[in-house]
């Protein structure tokens, strides 16, 4: 008797399976010789696909994976491994990285995923686009950005943080003080000055946070099975999904945004004409389409296609839901990690609090939109928080066009994925001297020259980088101005030594369980 024998299946099905693991080896073997074929180095190849399996199964985080990349081969400055199927290159190098992110941007402009509009309708979105279409799209929406527009988006923000301030006023109202699960907190109220200013909506997260709005943007931004095995049948190749008819959202999140999207929008064509009408995104999205159908009804032969339409429905809700899910988290978590530290740096917070009362006079509702600029230790102390927590942890491109990478004759063929470990560049004792130390004077006025260009990316680099990277420090510098004028934070019994990430989120978040604080009411 053999062992084949001890088996309940038969020959034939043994010599399929061996086959098939024969298969799958030779697949594994022959990827890794891929960069060693072009000399470039690359780590145990056994411990890749081990731990892309655990990316697949949902154990392992994407962050995890490219940090222990970046720190297997220290003294390379990039180095090949694969995202499944597909070669990566892993850089490591300032220099290069903003050679990559910058220079060769032409040959370097999109991400992994490509959007489907005919089978994934939320895919339509900036930060799914590729080629010509997202460039249009990006100079038509950027606008949306501007400081003008961030001025006006301010006044939203004042009335969000005012809720905020009366939410925790209540919370406090009996002993002065309470002890309260910032996280939650935070993502609450992000999710109210995101609904605010992205669609004009109130969400009331604050007041009501079993609301449906919040549940479903907040499952869009965590990894499960659905979309891991998405996102590996997609790197195996782009048209795989589609094949297979596998969708990476759930439908009801489809629906749910895309009926959301449609009741605005009838709403705010209902009060088109009212003065009180907010300029939010969706309505500058809509007016966008408006001015767009109007010059093709004008010029047949303009400079679209008669199928390159930028502004249709689906870009409409796709484009909101981008917002909606890549402002939300990165916003929330990052105001968290913020209150987090300054609550174990009393001194820090000390002197931040100063400098809001110097600056605002001490009375929140005198808070104006020139004010939050003059907050120059705030922006050191944020830099700190997304310095030490870098929340969008790693950035990604793909290569659109053959290319040799500058300054050496390596050639990148089309295809291959670029990954930039932010979270590495950010904890690399190179650059960022003891790099568990949160010491918002890196970002010192005489300190800023010493930071290496391309060593620190929150917001990514190039053409290509977050949108709305000055709207994030807005929404963050309102949030911190409103707790740390009139609050005080302290560690509680409760409060970890050290933070413990979700290893369930796409971006860098606080634990799952939250992350509790001591608030006490100021005095002063
Ligand atoms: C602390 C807050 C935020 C951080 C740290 C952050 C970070 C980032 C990063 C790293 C990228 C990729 C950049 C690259 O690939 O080079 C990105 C892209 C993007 N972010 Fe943000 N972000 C934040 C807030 C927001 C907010 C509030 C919104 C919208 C309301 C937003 C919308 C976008 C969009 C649409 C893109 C894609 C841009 C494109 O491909 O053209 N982000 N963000």
């Known amino acids: 008797m053999d062992l084949f024998d001890l088996l309940p299946i038969s020959i034939d099905s043994h010599i399929l399976l061996l086959s098939i693991i024969a298969l799958i080896l030779y697949y594994i073997y022959s990827k890794h010789n891929y960069w060693k074929n072009r000399g470039v180095a690359c780590g145990s190849t056994l411990r890749l696909w081990l731990q892309l399996f655990g990316i697949l199964i949902g154990k392992i985080p994407f ?43 032409s040959s370097l402009h999109d991400r992994c995923s490509e959007p ?41 923000l004042r009335e969000c943080a005012r809720e905020l301030d009366l939410y925790m006023q209540s919370m406090c109202a009996e002993t002065g ?24 909506i109130k969400c009331n997260a604050i007041q009501d946070p079993e609301c449906q709005f919040k549940k479903i943007v907040d499952q869009m931004m965590c990894y499960d099975l659905r979309r891991n095995v998405y996102f590996l049948l997609e790197i195996i190749s ?7 008819r596998f969708k990476a959202i759930h439908k009801e999140v489809e629906e749910f945004f895309r009926s959301v999207v449609r009741d605005t929008m009838e709403m705010k064509k209902r009060d088109a004409n009212r003065a009180s009408a907010r300029k939010d995104f969706l309505q ?29 429905e689906d870009i409409l809700v796709g484009m909101m839901s981008v ?92 295809g291959t994925i670029f990954f930039v470990p932010t979270i590495s560049l950010h904890h690399d004792p190179r650059f960022f001297p003891n790099p568990d130390e949160f010491d918002p004077n890196r970002f010192a006025e005489q300190n800023i020259d010493k930071i290496i260009p391309g060593s620190y990316l929150p917001f990514g680099d190039g053409p290509r980088c977050c949108i709305a990277s000055r709207m994030a420090i807005m929404m963050i510098k309102t949030m911190l101005t409103t707790m740390i004028l009139s609050y005080n934070i302290s560690p509680c019994a409760l409060t970890p030594e050290r933070i413990e990430f979700d ?22």
């Open 63 to 105: 962050w995890e994976w490219a940090r222990d990349q970046y720190d297997a081969l220290p003294q390379h400055k990039f180095c090949g491994t694969f995202t499944y199927g597909r070669p990566t290159l892993l850089i490591r190098d300032p220099e290069l990285i903003k050679v990559c992110l910058v220079k060769s941007f």
């Open 116 to 156: 489907d509009p005919v089978y994934d309708q939320l895919s339509s979105n900036l930060f799914q686009m590729v080629g010509e279409k997202w460039h249009q799209v990006r100079q038509k929406v950027a606008p949306a950005f501007s400081p003008l527009k961030l001025r006006i988006m301010y006044q939203t």
């Open 177 to 200: 003080e309470t002890e309260i699960c910032v996280k939650y907190l935070m993502t609450n109220y992000t999710m109210d000055v995101i609904g605010a200013c992205a669609m004009g």
């Open 238 to 244: 782009p048209k795989l999904p589609r094949l297979l």
């Open 284 to 312: 500058i999205l809509m007016n966008l389409r408006d001015c767009e159908q109007a010059a093709t009804a004008e010029c047949t032969t303009g400079a679209l296609e008669a199928d390159g339409t930028l502004f249709c």
């Open 323 to 414: 917002f909606l899910s890549a402002g939300f988290e990165p916003v929330a978590c990052t105001v968290t990690f913020c209150l987090y530290e300054l609550a174990r740096h009393p001194e820090i917070q000390q002197r931040l609090h100063e400098e809001i009362k110097r600056v605002t006079g001490g009375n929140i509702d005198d808070i104006n939109y020139d004010d939050l600029r003059k907050l120059s230790y705030m922006e050191q102390v944020i830099d700190e928080t997304l310095r030490k927590y870098p929340v969008f942890p790693c950035i990604e491109r793909i290569c659109n066009e053959r290319f040799i990478l500058p300054e050496t004759s390596l050639v990148i063929e089309e």
């Open 503 to 524: 290893r369930s989120r796409y971006a860098l978040s606080p634990p799952k369980a939250g992350l509790m604080l001591r608030i006490q009411k100021r005095k002063s």
